[in-house]
Every structure is written in C-alpha cells, then in structure tokens.
C-alpha cells in the first residue's frame, strides 16, 4: 500500500467510527437543507474542488482512478462537510485526466460508487467521471462560434434525427457511419449520386435539428460498438455528458465532448440550430440511479403507498418542484447552452414537470441565447401525484410563456389517431376533422371561425401566440407518416398514398405554428410497420438513402414547401393579433379547407394569398373571384408567377393549390 492510501484508510476508519454513533433523519423532503453553491466540478491547473450535495450521509469519499474502467482506486480522499449538506474537498495539484467517483455513508453502509449528477465528462460507459481542462475540447474557431437567430420562434423548420440513423446505412458512404462526425461529414453521397448527411439536411432548407437524447444513456454498451446495437435513448445515466457510443473513442472521456462540439459548429457554419432532446422526467435506472446513489429517494415522487410514482411510465418520475431537482434541471440546461452552444431543447413528458420550474428554466436560457425554442410534450405517461393545475401540460402552455408544446390536435387530425391503426384523418378520408384542421392552421390560438367544441381533444385555444403550438404530423413514436397511412388504408393505392403523404405535409408547412419534421418523411420512410422502434435493428431505423431516388416528387416537393414557407412570412405570422386580423377561412366542408392570408400578412411580398386543401377523393372545381397567379398546384410549384388563373380553378383530388395576389 501507498503512504497517501495508508492515510486514507486510516482517516476513513476514523470517520465511519464516529458517524456510525449519528445519523441524519429528516421528517419530509421539504425539511432538506438546500443550497445556492455552485455545485459543479471547479478545475484549474492549481487545484480542483470537488462538490455533492447528501444531507443524509454522515460520510462522503472520494475515489480516484487512472482511466475509466478496468483500474483500481489509487488515491481516495475524504470530503468536508460544509454547510446545507454539501461536502467538498479542494485538492491542490493539477488533476486533468484523472478519472473519480463518489461514494456516501447512509444508514451505516458505503451506497454504490456514482459520477455523480454534476459529472461533466465520463469514461466509458459512464461509471466514473473525469477531471477535465475544458478548454482542450473546443474545436479551432470555437470562440467565435454562434448561435442561429430568428426574428420569431415559428421561422425554425425543426427536422427530428437520430444521430445513428442518417449515417449507419453503408449506402451512405460515411466515413464515420453513426458518429457525431458522420452526420456532419460533407461530401458524402450514395452511389447513386444523392446526397447524405448534414448535406441533405441543407439542401432540403431546414434550419434546426432536433437530436434524439444524446446524452449519456444506460442502454448501449459503449464497451461492445463492434456489435450492432440501437437504441433512441429515452433512459438518462449522467445527464451533463454526451453519449459516448457516437464518439469514435468512447473510452477517453475528452473524445466525445470534441467530437460533439465539433458537431454543433459544423450545423452552425451551415446556418443549423441544434436542439438536444431532454428527459428530466425520469431516468434510466430507479434504485441505483446516479440521483438515490448521492441522495437517496429526495429526487423522486411517490405514491400515498410508499411506491415510486411513474407518470413516465419507465419506472420513476422526478420531482422537479423540490428546490434541489428544480436547480439541477436549471443548471444542466444552462451549462448545455454555455458550453455545447446549443440553440434549444426540446422536454420530453413535460407534463410531469411543473410549471414554474419550466417557466424559471426558460428564463434562465433565453438570458443566454434569446434565440432559444424550449417545446415538449405537454402530456404525462400516466398519473402523477403532482396536483394538475401545477403540471407544465399542453392546456397549460397559456401560463408559459416561453415555452411551446406540440399539437396532438393536428397530428392526429391530419392523420388519424396514432394509438389505433385503423384511425384515420383528414387526408386520408375521415370525416368531421375540418376544425381540428383550422385549430391547426392558425397554432392553437384564440380564433373567431373556429368550433372548438369540434377539434379532436381541445376544446378550447391552448397557445398565446401561434409559435406555441409545434405542428407535426409524425415523428421517431408511433408508426412513421407512410406506414400510418399503409395500416389506416390498406386498399389505398402507392399513387393515393403518396398523394396524402404531400398533402400531410403541405398542411403543416404552411399553418402558422412551428413546423416539425420526422427525418425521412421527406422521402415516405418506412419503418416496415413498426410503431415503437426504441430498440429496433438499424435495418428497421436507419435511413435507406435509396428511397431519396425513388420517391424524388416527394423529396423535390419538400423541399419547394419549404422554400415557400422561407420567402413568405405571411405563412409565419409570429402573434396572434396578426393572425385574428389576416387570416380568414372561406371554405370548411368535409374533405375541403380553404382560406385567405390577407393585407401583405406580415410584410408578405404577396398582397392575398388563397390556400385549398382538397382532401376529396375527387377533384373539384373551386369558383374564383379575380384574376389570381398560381404558386402550386398539385406536384408543380411557379417561382415566377408566369402561371394565372380566372373564374374557377380545378383542384386535383388529395392535393394542395396556393393562389396569390400581388
């Protein structure tokens, strides 16, 4: 034994002799003292200080190692018990590179070994954490790298990925199949001469990604990547660090931190926002989380019965009106939009969250980047024993201000419902969905021409400003818009089906909430029938590149949506007054809806602007007053407005028609 070890032994033994004779009980959570301190790691080349926050351990140790697995402790310390059940400990050397965890002393026994909650940086999968100069993982030019602006929040086009999924596909051609670095590599096409990557992303205009969680997650062995392995991400193990299986080294904790800045400068160099998918909700493990290994049970709710309450149906859900898992949320969020530049983040089952910890976050964000989007799901799981009026839930984006949630009205109202196959919607031909279709068009405001007491599941505007109502029609749950539209109508023809699946689309590129798009979608991705594709092989998730060749009118058709969408702010009007005062519906009967952006909307170049959607199965002849240039009909869209039209227009079956007036 080492001397320094020797010592340490000694001062442990001494330290457990006398703790064993006190404990530290409190009555109830609300009773934990809490703390202002700035708990995360302090590194400088003089001296680190290590921090947890464990009112009930009556002992803190600190283990170091000489890489993250496979090594033995070589140094252990004993932390301070400070004030407000923080424990510290500031060692005076420099310590870049040194692998540690924590340990606590509760109830007369050592708990298991965790990073920590605040770990920054990690070994390979995520059992130690490391002592890390920050400022060696910047990539050259990262000081001067920026965040995306936008003059309002529904001007973003959000394109949901997974990191694996883009590049995994060998067709890809990707020199980096599934990492960080792949998905930002240019250059890359398929052999047969389409682009893949980040440089299909910008040819198809998008101007923010959303990134499937892509923080460090329990589910893939970082150990094994030489085997196939796949998951979405959705159970949190350390929550501060990037997931290490898109690193190309998993096992040096600086890889993965390079490797995603690097990632998010590339995006940015391309006029990209990057958003991170976060899951404050719950997390992976319950028992032997890294949250009950420092502090047990204080982070979680739990039933009258004692039992871990699991409104996320994962087994767990966190508490983050209690002051500590409150600060942690705020503080993770913070650091990821200092030090990763990211441009926003998207809470999955926000509903289980609270209100003003979600309203206070935002705040906290926007103070960095007032650019920021913060959406999420405003819905739970199941129950909660968080009271409903507290809960950060869709109904109750009135009270946020900041924040937007997505629209289960018009996903299921173009579509059909996602948990029944056989539902259907709009486009697909089911009747009465007109109202759920208008509530969607104007982003879930307050508008006078709409019967709310028809739309699908509000029966009231859910959205202060029409940016609050994230417009989706599929996303990585449920079945994927083509295999939704195949188990709804499985008599439909591949012409039919491909006829709703523009027309999905085309509803949510021009409504005035925030557009969002499934990555794929813009080429019919399938699934094979797949509903929940968590776990699901790479020959069931990734990207078949193929089908950019193959369905090219729908790819080309995208793309064209989004271009008008981008040249015409009429079709983003960022408040509500605006909209009330220059949209009108003209036409809502089954299978049809058709109304007018008015008065250069917005400083819209187009003075009026006609938008039909004929969902008939038929086409229709549509009576006009004026003379009016066409913009799109059907597949073809008119740049230059040589194309006019007078009296009446006929409007193919399943497709869109935009009209305007200069």
Not at 9 to 24: A, E, G, H, P, V
Not at 454 to 479: K, R
Not at 543 to 566: E, G
Request: aromatic share 12%; proline share 4%; charged share 25%.
């Amino acid at each position: 034994m080492k001397v320094n070890t020797i010592l340490s032994f000694l001062l442990l033994t001494m330290l457990i002799t006398s703790c064993s004779k006190r404990t530290t009980v409190f009555s109830s959570f609300d009773d934990y003292p809490t703390t202002k301190k700035n708990l995360w790691l302090a590194y400088s080349k003089e001296a680190t200080t290590f921090k947890i926050w464990s009112p009930t351990a009556t002992a803190v140790k600190l283990n170091f190692y000489k890489t993250g697995d496979n090594s033995d402790v070589f140094e252990t310390h004993v932390l301070q018990d400070d004030e407000n059940g923080v424990w510290s400990k500031t060692i005076k050397r420099d310590l870049n590179g040194i692998y540690y965890t924590y340990q606590v002393y509760i109830n007369d026994e050592w708990l298991a070994e965790t990073p920590g909650i605040y770990a920054q940086a990690v070994g390979v999968n995520g059992n130690r954490a490391m002592v890390l100069d920050f400022e060696k993982t910047n990539p050259k030019g990262w000081k001067n790298d920026e965040y995306v602006s936008l003059k309002s929040p529904n001007d973003a086009i959000i394109y949901e990925l997974h990191i694996r999924d883009l590049t995994i596909q060998k067709e890809a051609n990707s020199s980096y199949p599934g990492k960080y670095l792949g998905l930002v590599e240019s250059g890359t096409k398929t052999n047969l001469n389409v682009s893949t990557a980040i440089d299909h992303i910008k040819e198809m205009g998008i101007t923010h990604v959303h990134l499937l969680p892509t923080f460090d997650h329990y589910a893939i062995d970082e150990t094994q990547l030489d085997k196939p392995q796949f998951n979405w991400g959705y159970d949190p193990k350390n929550y501060n660090v990037p997931e290490g299986s898109f690193a190309t080294n998993p096992f040096d904790a600086e890889v993965r931190i390079k490797e995603f800045k690097t990632m998010v400068k590339a995006f940015h160099e391309a006029g990209i926002g990057v958003i991170l998918d976060v899951v404050y909700n719950h997390t992976g493990r319950t028992e032997h989380s890294n949250f009950n290994l420092e502090n047990p049970k204080y982070y979680y709710r739990f039933k009258e019965n004692g039992a871990y309450s699991d409104a996320a149906a994962c087994g767990n859900e966190t508490a983050s009106e209690r002051k500590m898992m409150r600060k942690f949320m705020i503080e993770s969020v913070k650091y990821w939009t200092k030090e990763y530049h990211l441009d926003g983040f998207r809470f999955d089952l926000m509903g289980i969250h609270d209100i003003k910890t979600m309203n206070l976050l935002a705040d906290e964000v926007k103070k960095i980047n007032p650019n920021a989007l913060i959406y999420g799901e405003g819905w739970t799981a199941g129950d909660s024993p968080l009271p409903e009026p507290k809960r950060a839930l869709k109904k109750h984006t009135l009270q946020m201000p900041q924040i937007a949630a997505f629209s289960d009205d018009i996903r299921d109202g173009i579509k059909g419902s996602v948990f029944d196959d056989k539902s259907t919607g709009f486009v697909s031909g089911a009747k009465d969905k007109e109202e759920s279709i208008k509530f969607g068009i104007v982003g879930s405001i307050n508008h006078p021409q709409i019967a709310y007491k028809n739309v699908n599941y509000s029966n009231e505007p859910w959205a202060n400003q029409p940016w609050q109502a994230i417009n989706y029609v599929s996303c990585h749950d449920n079945h994927t818009l083509f295999d939704k539209l195949k188990v709804s109508k499985p008599n439909a023809s591949e012409i039919e089906i491909k006829a709703m699946h523009k027309l999905a689309t085309a509803i949510v590129l021009t409504s005035q909430g925030t557009p969002f798009l499934h990555a794929g979608s813009e080429m019919m991705r399938t699934k094979s029938g797949e509903h929940n594709s968590y776990k699901s092989p790479d020959s069931i998730n990734q990207i078949d590149w193929s089908l950019k060749v193959n369905n090219a009118d729908v790819v080309t058709y995208y793309q064209n949506l989004i271009k008008i969408r981008k040249q015409h702010p009429a079709f983003r009007m960022p408040t509500a007054k605006m909209i009330q005062e220059n949209l009108v519906f003209l036409t809502s009967e089954d299978g049809l809806v058709a109304y007018q952006l008015k008065n250069n909307a917005n400083k819209d170049s187009w003075k009026d602007i006609l938008i039909i959607f004929n969902a008939k199965t038929n086409s229709i002849n549509y009576k006009l007053e004026k003379t009016w240039h066409i913009a799109v009909l059907e597949d073809d869209f008119y740049f230059n407005g040589q194309e006019t039209v007078s009296n009446k227009i006929s409007i193919p079956r399943i497709s869109m028609v935009i009209l305007y007036q200069k």
